[in-house]
């Protein structure tokens, strides 16, 4: 009995049995409109991407029908869902950018570094880079309600006009959250108006036990901004230096990041 041997399937063709036709398809129509700013027919679009004609009709169709294309007078432009893709894929890039700035001052600094915006009446942390050598704070009371206690949220606040400094603790009223931390409104108003403008603020166990932080302040256009620092209470000796330090680290390469900050 002669027994037939084994057949053997190259990696490569089974590879590609697994890919789809018609999403290679729709993305090379895609891709192909992409390149054309003022438009482009179903005809010139089909002999572009080498597909038939009605194969090319098709998946046009079901892509403005998805709204990834929209069609005007016969020719084909990206719609409002492809647009979203690539708005997305460069916010994604701008993130990347103040993420890997806040490792590199992690790192040369040796502090875990905290990147905070104040944006439609909140408090935002955006990023945050540390290391097990330099960890961050651990957020055990809600940054966003406790703005008052941290250096993050007094940096902030205090880039705020009196107007939207009260509106801010009219919704987050002072509480006491360590024995250190401011005790009411009118004194945090008090402190918030004798800050320099442009100086790094300095909280020292206001909002965990243990711990100092500073935030220095970063205005462009009308976002408000802070990059901050915290270190453990037996090295708050190095907190000011490490602040003005970032500060200055901050001013060499706000050109850069002024695209990238509004995350």
Known sequence: MLVQPHSVTSPEPAAAATLIGSVQRAMRLLETVAAHVYGAPAKQLAR?????????????????????????????????????????????????AVADTLAHWRDSIGVPVYYAMYRDGEIEVMCVSDSPEAPAVEEWADFRATGHAHAIGQCLLS???????RDH?????????????VRDNDALLRRLARMRRMEPVVERQEYALGTVCAAVPITVGTTVATMAMSLPLHQADRLLPAAHRLQTEIGRHLGTLTLSISI
């Open 169 to 181: 603790l009219a919704r987050y009223p002072v509480q006491p959250i360590t024995p250190y931390t």
């Open 48 to 96: 572009e991407t080498g597909l038939a004609l009605p194969t090319a009709y098709h998946l046009l169709r079901t892509l403005v029908h998805e709204g990834y294309l929209r069609r005007e007078k016969g020719l084909f432009f990206l719609g409002d869902a492809a647009e979203r893709l690539s708005s997305s894929g460069a916010q994604q890039k701008r993130r990347s």
């Open 159 to 165: 880039q705020l006009d009196e107007d939207a400094r």
